[in-house]
T-cell receptor
């Protein structure tokens, strides 16, 4: 079947580094995307990995290993405003995107 | 650019009532999608469209209908509202490369 697994909650302190993992299972795979969603808001796109390796965008980086069916989002220099839910999503062998259930990141002062 | 717009922002329906959730985008995106998000959950795809006149079912299409007569608009129709349809509905759009989806602000629907 098709599925994504990510932790339900991660906590960290301001200024720290946090990694949110995502493992997937699908018969076809084109790439892994990451979205951020603040409470009451809409998801916003953060990054995409179509190939193995690390993609860096400012304080955020995303990694993909196709052989391990695994990816992660790395957030550096955490700020209070980073408290949000983070979703990984993939496109499999069709047009239908599949989202994970999301990881709630809580940043403490 | 307004991006993706959705109306209404909030709505309360009685069981059995019907309504249409409106979605429009001004980015000339071919692909449009409707998702629902229940509390503490991810996004579940209801319907999607790859262009005007072309629609297809997603993961949870029962109880919903869509149409795509123009590139810009992708309305979602609920015919006989049920409490199980209480959710937040997001419309999104993207180019065919599809890696980045742009989401509207959402419609919060309660069915009582």
């Amino acid at each position: 079947g098709q599925s994504l697994e990510q932790p339900s909650e991660v906590t960290a302190v301001e200024g720290a580094i946090v990694q949110i993992n995502c493992t997937y299972q699908t018969s076809g795979f084109y790439g892994l995307s990451w979205y951020q969603q603040h409470d009451g808001g809409a998801p916003t796109f953060l990054s995409y990995n179509g190939l193995d390796g690390l993609e860096e965008t400012g304080r955020f980086s995303s990694f993909l290993s196709r052989s391990d069916s695994y990816g992660y989002l790395l957030l550096q220099e955490l700020q209070m405003k980073d408290s949000a839910s983070y979703f990984c999503a993939y496109r499999g062998g069709s047009y239908i995107p599949t989202f994970g259930r999301g990881t709630s990141l809580i940043v403490h002062p | 650019n307004a991006g993706v717009t959705q109306t209404p922002k909030f709505r309360i329906l009685k069981i059995g009532q019907s309504m249409t959730l409106q979605c429009a985008q001004d980015m000339n995106h071919n692909y449009m999608y409707w998702y629902r998000q229940d509390p503490g959950m991810g996004l579940k795809l209801i319907y999607y469209s790859v262009g005007a006149g072309i629609t297809d079912k997603g993961e949870v299409p029962n109880g919903y209908n869509v149409s795509r007569s123009t590139t810009e608009d992708f309305p979602l129709r609920l015919e006989l509202a049920a409490p199980s349809q209480t959710s937040v509905y997001f419309c999104a759009s993207s180019f065919p490369s599809y890696n980045e989806q742009f989401f509207g602000p959402g419609t919060r629907l309660t069915v009582l």
